[in-house]
């Protein structure tokens, strides 16, 4: 294994998970006009998901696919791990309790309450917290495997892992945001629902490494690291997941949170500086 490799990728999943954090001061003390911010950087995300996604992530896997089964057969292993990774994100989504997704966005009037100077409104508490429990754990799913892909791209490749990082941080400010409103008004303690939107980051790293660990123990620890075929179908799944992410869950957060064109600017903003640095690594 290339420990340094190992520990450059756990990094970037560590820093992409613990952005929740940033949505949460940002719930407490943003400015209303700052939301237009969180429309074009979740655009952004998308865009920079939705490229690398079509034009790295998911050609890599067709690739070493096809080194381990052929091209013909390689190419429906390569759609068929692509729809399965899209499934399976998809159904992590079916069932959690739809009111309690942490993707169905809150509108801004919402988090006021955080904000400084603003008293908690919470007339049935027991309610609240169970809401907020489970807002916490469906993140956690959601987490997971947005970790694994975080940690395996970067372990192929840091560049592309890199600016993976960076899409999902983006994508996880929303997501600190929403934890921290219903955990605020449970609790009435910003310090809670901080540390709570702080902490649920972690199950990022900790889906890289149960994923990868368990796919190192079902193919053998000896091995030196992820064979083509295993390798090229978590590729392919992880593609899938990125793109349902990026339609199901950036997508809507953007337009929610802008006005005008912002979220089409972030999310073309995003796909050209993709783009332009997967251009300038190769020719580096």
């Given at each position: 294994m290339d420990i340094p490799g190992f520990w450059?990728?756990?990094?970037?999943?560590?820093?992409?998970?613990?952005?929740?954090?940033?949505?949460?001061i940002?719930?407490?003390?943003?400015?209303?006009d700052s939301?237009?911010?969180?429309?074009?950087?979740?655009?952004?995300?998308?865009?920079?998901?939705l490229y690398v996604s079509f034009v790295e992530i998911l050609p890599k896997g067709g690739k070493a696919l096809a080194e381990a089964f052929g091209a013909g057969v390689g190419g429906w292993h390569q759609a068929g791990w692509f729809f399965g990774g899209i499934l399976f994100i998809g159904l992590i989504d079916f069932?959690?309790?739809?009111?309690?997704?942490?993707?169905?966005?809150?509108?801004?009037?919402?988090?006021?309450?955080?904000?400084?100077?603003?008293?908690?409104?919470?007339p049935h508490p027991f309610r609240l917290h169970r809401m907020a429990l489970f807002t916490a754990l469906?993140?956690?799913?959601h987490n997971f495997p947005e970790g694994l892909a975080t940690f395996l791209a970067a372990l192929e490749d840091p560049h592309v892992g890199a600016a993976i990082a960076i899409a999902i941080a983006l994508h996880n400010i929303p997501e600190g945001m929403s934890i921290s409103v219903p955990l605020y008004y449970a609790t009435g303690s910003r310090a809670t629902a901080f540390l709570w939107s702080f902490l649920s980051g972690l199950a990022e790293p900790v889906g890289a490494l149960v994923g990868f660990f368990g796919l190192r123990a079902i193919i053998g620890s000896d091995a030196p690291g992820l064979p083509p075929a295993v390798m090229g179908a978590s590729f392919a799944a992880v593609a899938g997941i990125m793109v349902f992410i990026s339609i199901d869950q950036l997508l809507p957060t953007?337009?929610?949170?802008?006005?005008?064109?912002?979220?089409?600017l972030g999310l073309l903003g995003g796909?050209?500086?993709?783009?332009?640095?997967?251009?300038?690594?190769?020719?580096a």
């Open positions: 450059t990728a756990l990094g970037l999943t560590l820093l992409a998970g613990l952005s929740t954090g940033i949505g949460s940002l719930a407490f003390g943003a400015r209303r939301y237009r911010f969180l429309s074009v950087s979740t655009g952004f995300s998308a865009g920079v998901m069932l959690l309790p739809h009111g309690d997704d942490p993707h169905e966005q809150h509108a801004p009037a919402e988090a006021a309450p955080l904000r400084k100077g603003s008293a908690p409104h919470a469906a993140i956690a799913l953007s337009r929610a949170y802008g006005k005008g064109h912002d979220s089409i796909m050209v500086v993709m783009a332009l640095s997967l251009l300038l690594f190769k020719v």
